[in-house]
């Protein structure tokens, strides 16, 4: 059964700073993998999408890395901003699930001005 | 023009109730979902169907039926309400996993609160 974690759960940051938020998963037969962003109160927004046969999706001031053999994933923010707060969500979409996608339980990030 | 929207935003019921949670996608999408984000904010997928069949139905209540009287819509009915219930309903849409992306666009959220 496929789990999903993300480490770490919470993360505070000055502004300017460059972070890695990270994410892992148990079975690496993937289809693809998606990083979320939450605000408070609000729905997900994609931020990334990266196919299982791809290394790597880039847009803007993140980019997101996928190790598929070793069942990993990173966030890279660069130049972090407070605006960047919320909380970021990997998600992974099974190979033969049908386009079910399994969540991490988020890595809530803070970003102090 | 949003992309998946919902309805209602905020829903408050007593117990025993029965309610429904309207989406639509305009997004010409064939398959759509519904997933429960629970008090821990963790988000469990619940039903998805595509082109009117449902591909996926994970261990939910039968009080909870989704229906879909289009390719743009799938509602979510909840029969019987109980207070474990209460949570926020995110509705999503993509194109088949096999097809372009796989990419799930979701709403903004239902907040299902019993009473």
């Known amino acids: 059964k496929q789990e999903v974690t993300q480490i770490p759960a919470a993360l505070s940051v000055p502004e300017g700073e460059n972070l890695v938020l990270n994410c892992s998963f148990t079975?690496?037969?993937?289809?693809?993998l998606q990083w979320f962003r939450q605000d408070p109160g609000k729905g997900l927004t994609s931020l990334l999408l990266i196919q299982s046969s791809q290394r790597e999706q880039t847009s803007g001031r993140l980019n997101a890395s996928l190790d598929k053999s070793s069942g990993r994933s990173t966030l890279y923010i660069a130049a972090s901003q407070p605006g960047d707060s919320a909380t970021y969500l990997c998600a992974v979409m099974d190979g033969g699930s049908q386009g079910n996608l399994i969540f991490g339980k988020g890595t809530k990030l803070s970003v102090k001005p | 023009d949003t992309a998946v929207s919902q309805t209602p935003k905020y829903l408050v019921t007593q117990m025993g109730n029965d309610k429904s949670i309207k989406c639509e996608q305009n997004?010409?999408?064939?398959?759509m979902y519904w997933y429960k984000q629970d008090s821990k904010k963790f988000l469990k997928i619940m039903f998805s169907y595509n082109n009117k069949e449902l591909i996926i139905n994970e261990t939910v209540p039968n009080r909870f039926s989704p229906k879909s009287p289009d390719k743009a819509h799938l509602n979510l009915h909840i029969n019987s309400l109980e207070l474990g219930d209460s949570a926020v309903y995110f509705c999503a849409s993509s194109q088949p996993p096999t097809g372009v992306t796989g990419e799930l666009f979701f709403g903004e959220g239902s907040r299902l609160t019993v009473l």
């Open positions: 997004l010409g999408h064939d398959t």
């Open positions: 079975d690496s037969a993937i289809y693809n």
